[in-house]
């Protein structure tokens, strides 16, 4: 372990739990946003090394990933040792949840599809351009406690599956979440404070599970607010705050917007910068 992972890993232990989200870009499918996707120095070849080195130095205890294509799960199943994953059988691994073996067991987990009642599984939900599917996982320490994740990727197409997206998120986290378990909901969101999917997350509504925004409750925030970042320095114009993490049940001691360090050097592990929290019970 080096010297900035240990000194991560004894911040991380004066807390409960540290979680990080990080959309760490699909291979292959990706090549309509990005042309140069399969070439180096952005091929997934090259990028995955730096993106299991980014979470490694982070030493989260939980991940919540977004845009992992299946070629891509081996990969960082293969660089994360100490990591189990909850619904690593589900054929469209889209988001999914690693948690520290040693530390957590799996109380329950699952995914659900961000669509319509009536749409056909892996069905793109309202004016959205694309499935999207949510992974989530009950996980319980040694000591008892259990905390409820969701894995979250709303639409980066159509506002109302982004808000729809988000409903149907918030429905599910009071249907499946006892009241007295705390409950982090991470991911892409597509969508910044003010649009609607964001408001639909923090709003109130009887009977809904509340919610709040980590990065706005936080005793210390660390880090740019702009997530996503493309892969080049000429996409700037681009740059948007898409990543989110909400909470319930926690107290938020520190968020950060992660800078990877090989992004110093121009290179840049994903689109998106990872989000890192420091929680308490």
């Given amino acids: 372990m080096t010297e900035k992972e240990t000194q ?6 004066k807390n409960d739990l540290r979680l990080m989200s990080y959309n760490v870009l699909y291979t292959g499918v990706a090549e309509g946003l990005y042309p140069e996707i399969d070439t180096e120095p952005y091929a997934w070849e090259e990028r995955r090394d730096s993106v299991a080195e980014t979470i490694k130095r982070q030493g989260p205890d939980v991940v919540a990933f977004q845009e992992v294509w299946m ?3 081996d990969d960082l199943d293969e660089r994360l040792p100490g990591y189990a994953w909850a619904s690593r059988d589900h054929g469209m691994r889209h988001t999914p949840i690693a948690y520290r073996s ?5 109380v329950n987990s699952g995914t659900f599809w961000l669509s ?7 069905e793109a939900g309202w004016d959205g351009d694309h499935q999207r ?5 009950t996980l319980r320490d040694e000591e008892g406690d259990e905390v409820a994740v969701f894995s979250v990727h709303l639409d980066h197409v159509g506002e109302e599956a982004r808000r729809e997206g988000a409903r149907l998120v918030r429905e599910k986290v009071t249907e499946l979440v006892d009241d007295g378990t705390p409950v982090v909901v991470a991911g892409d969101f597509n969508c910044g404070q003010g649009s609607d999917g964001y408001e639909m997350m923090v709003g109130e509504k009887d009977g809904w599970r509340g919610l709040e925004d980590a990065r706005e409750t936080a005793d210390e925030v660390e ?19 898409l990543d989110q993490v909400f909470v319930s049940g926690f107290g938020v001691a520190r968020y950060e917007t992660r800078v990877p360090e090989d ?4 290179f840049r592990p994903s689109d998106h910068r990872p989000v890192v929290v420091d929680l308490r019970y």
């Fill in 223 to 241: 880090g740019p607010r702009i997530t996503f970042t493309g892969l080049h320095e000429d996409d700037s114009e681009e740059e948007q705050d």
């Fill in 116 to 122: 319509e009642d009536d749409a056909a599984p892996g």
């Fill in 71 to 73: 070629s891509q799960f």
């Fill in 8 to 13: 991560n890993e004894k911040e991380r232990m």
């Fill in 263 to 266: 992004e110093e050097d121009e």
């Fill in 133 to 137: 599917l949510v992974t989530h996982a």
């Fill in 102 to 106: 040693d530390r957590f067991e799996v």
